[in-house]
């Protein structure tokens, strides 16, 4: 028997501390009559996890780009020790495409500066490509990392669907990265946890409910719990599957720990700390092979230019808020996947049809006085139009996830922000290109 409950030990007190704060919070509120009256030694453990959590240090992969700049200043201005690790390629391919975001972002060493001169907080950087074992190894050793936030993939369904060698590129890349990363950790950090941002485009549109990774089948009166059947749209979504799959072997015969997020389609610019200065300021895509349904929407409201609706418009999916992200991340490193496990969680707050989101950009903008019509275009994919999706995404709501859901005033900081910007706007590069039939 402890201080805190009859039914756990010392240690597994000090294990669900770390790992499952609410759990051992809602064992605790159980067993005493009012909360208030915590004894001082569990304000202690309080402090002490808090101390523990924030001296844990965590290396960002991709956090140069959209999701990681955000998570990665995210973390550092809430006390974890951050390392970035980037290859900066997504800035290569934008001067190949001849593409730009809208926003003006400045080279990744001066970012961290303006983020030390503002904060005091230093964030570490190693440049170079996780595809490059010998680096990859060189930057973990150095940086010695409690957590990996792996985010450093080419994350473009279009790119991936321009030719064979855009194919290749995609899936080396990938997961030959995720591969190295995996035998890095087993090697030298078999402790650490791996964070790793899937998509909620594994699962595809299948005619049944999407649970979180594993779906429990009963087949000729035998039952088991196995991966949820992947059916994914692009070259990019299959390389994410490949990876889902390598970890998942990775955690059964190494004992790693992951969590694979499967994300959604993330909107929105601002988080608090990138609106804290012009130099932080985040990519914003918009252009036809890396912007993303929403963000496209707001900027050619913007511009003018008519909502591009791929096809009928039925297309569903999972959106959240980059904020959202953010915080995600934050809690699934807060309470980390035990040894062995493979854990995932669906990353979205809130599921739309395409043509919902077109018809609230179209509200949105009227009210701010721009013209905003929808044109149905001709479907540059192969993908159903017209389907049911319904997702499960309650283990990070479980979690303590706080969404921002998706309102008008997001939607009209977001035009604003378009509209700030929109003389950068290429017109040439907004309407789709790439046509998964070749
Ligand atoms: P992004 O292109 O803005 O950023 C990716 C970053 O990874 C870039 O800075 C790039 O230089 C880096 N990178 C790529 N390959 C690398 C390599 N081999 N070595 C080192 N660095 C490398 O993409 P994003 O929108 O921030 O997406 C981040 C992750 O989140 C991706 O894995 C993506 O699949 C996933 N995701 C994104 C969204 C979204 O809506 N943006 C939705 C769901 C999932
Ligand atoms: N679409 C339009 N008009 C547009 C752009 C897209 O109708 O102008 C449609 C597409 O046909 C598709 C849907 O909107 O049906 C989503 O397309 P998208 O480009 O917004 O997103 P997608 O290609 O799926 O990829 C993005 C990110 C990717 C992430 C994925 C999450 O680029 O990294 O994995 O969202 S998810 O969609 O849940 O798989």
């Not at 319904?390 to 979690?399: E, F, G, I, R, V």
Request: hydrophobic share 40%.
């Amino acid at each position: 028997m402890n201080r805190f409950s009859a039914d756990l030990s010392e240690t597994e007190v000090h294990f669900l501390f770390l790992t499952d704060y609410r759990r051992l919070e809602h064992i605790v509120r159980k067993n005493l009559p009012r909360w208030s009256r915590v004894p001082p030694n569990l304000i202690d453990l309080r402090e002490y996890r808090h101390e523990r959590l924030s001296t844990m240090r965590v290396l960002v992969i991709g956090g140069d780009g959209y999701c990681g700049w955000a998570t990665a200043l995210h973390l550092s201005s809430r006390g974890y020790e951050v390392g970035i690790l980037d290859s900066l390629i997504r800035r290569h391919w934008d001067n190949e495409l001849c593409i730009d975001t809208l926003t003006p972002i400045a080279p990744i060493q001066t970012r961290l500066q303006r983020w030390k001169d503002l904060t005091g907080k230093t964030i570490e950087l190693f440049v170079g490509d996780l595809c490059n074992h010998a680096f990859l190894e060189k930057a973990m050793l150095q940086f010695k990392p409690d957590s990996v936030v792996h985010f450093g993939e080419q994350r473009s369904a279009p790119f991936s669907m321009i030719d064979r060698e855009h194919a290749v590129l995609t899936q080396v890349n990938n997961v030959v990265g995720t591969l190295n990363l995996l035998y890095v950790m087993h090697e030298h950090f078999p402790d650490c946890h791996l964070v790793k941002l899937g998509t909620m485009g594994e699962y595809g549109t299948p005619n049944i409910d999407i649970e979180e990774g594993y779906i429990t089948i009963e087949h000729n009166g035998r039952k088991d719990t196995l991966p949820y059947p992947k059916q994914p749209g692009s070259y990019y979504h299959l390389s994410k599957v490949h990876d889902s799959h390598n970890i998942h072997f990775a955690c059964r015969i190494w004992g790693l720990r992951a969590t694979d997020l499967n994300q959604g389609i993330v909107y929105g610019v601002l988080t608090e700390e990138t609106g804290m200065d012009e130099l932080l300021i985040n990519r914003l895509d918009y252009d036809g092979v890396f912007g993303t349904a929403l963000n496209r929407f707001c900027i050619q409201a913007a511009i003018a230019h008519p909502l591009t609706v791929y096809g009928k418009g039925g297309q569903t999916r999972g959106f959240l808020d980059i904020r959202d992200t953010v915080r995600c991340v934050e809690l699934a490193i807060a309470t980390p996947a035990a040894p062995g496990e493979f854990r995932v969680f669906n990353q979205f707050t809130e599921l739309f049809s395409v043509g919902d989101i077109a018809n609230m950009v179209q509200k949105a903008g009227s009210a701010l006085g721009l013209k905003v019509d929808i044109n149905h275009i001709e479907n540059p994919r192969i993908e159903k139009e017209e389907h049911y999706f319904n997702a499960k995404n309650t283990n990070l709501l479980s979690l303590g996830l706080q969404p921002h859901l998706l309102s008008d005033s997001l939607i009209d900081s977001l035009l604003n922000f378009a509209l700030k910007y929109k003389d950068r706007v290429d017109q040439t590069e907004i309407l789709p290109k790439v046509k998964w039939k070749g």
